[in-house]
């Protein structure tokens, strides 16, 4: 299981530090949310900041865009050295394209689903994706509950990627602590995103050591 921390639960005024302390207590990537206040009812920060935070860790990025036009957001994460990035699929009406756009500039691609939103509105494009981000929690805000029936959706990912013969990983985002990492695993999820469950701890290092079942 690989653990991507979402610095949306860590102390902003510090961010260097926190980069630091998660990269020594073994996490896989940083996860980063991008909210325009739009699309999501909150806003965070943009490729500025993403991009300032590029030399104070090692670890890959992970930018998690929950913005309407998410194209826009692309070349200056291609300069940040973005590693993967997501969009909306409720977010974004030609999927195809955007893929391509965000592949195009060597960034992995994924998409991103809200709990209600059915599998079915990706299957035409899986096999261009590179990862799923499945939410867990509706989107805007870190500390929400774990939505149960989300295990479901998660499940019948695994079951159509492999249906498809397809590799791509799955990602799953909200809500996730030590006690729902393993049902997580079981349904098929790779990639842990966990804000509350790492930052909101003292010992980061033993936070990701519980997700990682
Ligand atoms: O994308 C989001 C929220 O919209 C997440 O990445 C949160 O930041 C996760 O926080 P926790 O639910 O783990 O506290
Ligand atoms: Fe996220």
Do not use: W
Not at 16 to 21: I, M, P, R, T, V
Not at 138 to 164: H, R, V, W
Not at 166 to 171: A, C, G, Q, T
Not at 189 to 210: C, H, N, P, T, W
């Amino acid at each position: 299981m690989k653990i991507a921390p979402s610095i949306l639960a860590s102390d902003f005024s510090r961010l260097a530090d926190e980069l630091k302390d998660i990269e020594k207590g073994g996490a896989d990537y940083v996860h980063l949310d991008v909210m325009d206040g739009r699309f999501v009812p909150n806003l965070t920060f943009g490729v500025p900041v993403i991009q300032s935070l590029r030399p104070c860790t090692k670890l890959p990025f992970d930018v998690h865009l929950m913005t309407y036009h998410p194209e826009a957001y692309l070349e200056g994460l291609e300069a940040a050295g973005a590693h993967m990035v997501s969009f909306h699929v409720e977010a974004v009406p030609h999927l195809d394209r955007m893929i391509h756009n965000i592949k195009d500039r060597g960034i992995k691609a994924g998409i991103a689903l809200n709990p209600g939103t059915p599998l079915a509105s990706i299957e035409q494009v899986l096999s261009l994706l590179d990862f799923v981000l499945i939410m867990s929690v509706n989107p805007g805000f870190g500390g929400q509950k774990f939505i149960p029936y989300t295990l479901d959706k998660i499940a019948a990912l695994s079951a159509m990627i492999k249906e498809k013969g397809l590799s791509l990983s799955i990602e799953v985002d909200g809500g996730v602590n030590r006690d729902n990492a393993p049902l997580l695993k079981k349904a098929g999820a790779q990639i842990l995103v966990a804000g509350s469950s790492v930052f909101g701890k003292e010992d980061r290092a033993q936070a990701i050591r519980d997700l990682k079942v």
